[in-house]
């Protein structure tokens, strides 16, 4: 069984910065692509940011060139560096980890943005 751990979420002012990481663990023999979806109060749940198994990573447009994706293959992690934090930001953040045709999911983690 696959399961993911998150840390990082917590409060910050407009302006500030999080890291967020999630660590999988469990049967997982090839991993497809990692990633983060964020859901607002009210909100439908949107895609973030996704990296593949070879590092190439993509970004919706309303975190371009703010936040930024990595992992570390070797421990299977990983993780979201959020700069200039607006308002609208403010969020649970989800990790999520496509392995085979298998997708699991953590049990996310707040982001609160104040302005």
């Known amino acids: 069984q696959v399961r993911l751990v998150e840390s990082g979420g917590g409060l910050v002012q407009a302006g500030g910065s999080l890291r967020l990481s999630c660590a999988a663990s469990?049967?997982?023999?090839?991993?497809?692509?990692m990633g983060w979806y964020r859901q607002a109060p009210g909100k439908q749940r949107e895609l973030v940011t996704t990296?593949?198994?070879?590092?190439?990573?993509n970004y919706a447009d309303s975190v371009k060139g703010r936040f930024t994706i990595s992992r570390d293959s070797a421990k299977n992690t990983v993780y979201l560096q959020m700069n200039s934090l607006k308002p609208e930001d403010t969020a649970v953040y989800y990790c999520?980890?496509?392995?085979?045709?298998?997708?699991?999911w953590g049990q996310g983690t707040q982001v609160t943005v104040s302005s």
């Open positions: 999520t980890v496509l392995y085979g045709t298998l997708r699991a």
């Open positions: 990296i593949t198994s070879g590092g190439s990573a």
């Open positions: 469990g049967s997982i023999f090839s991993i497809n692509a």
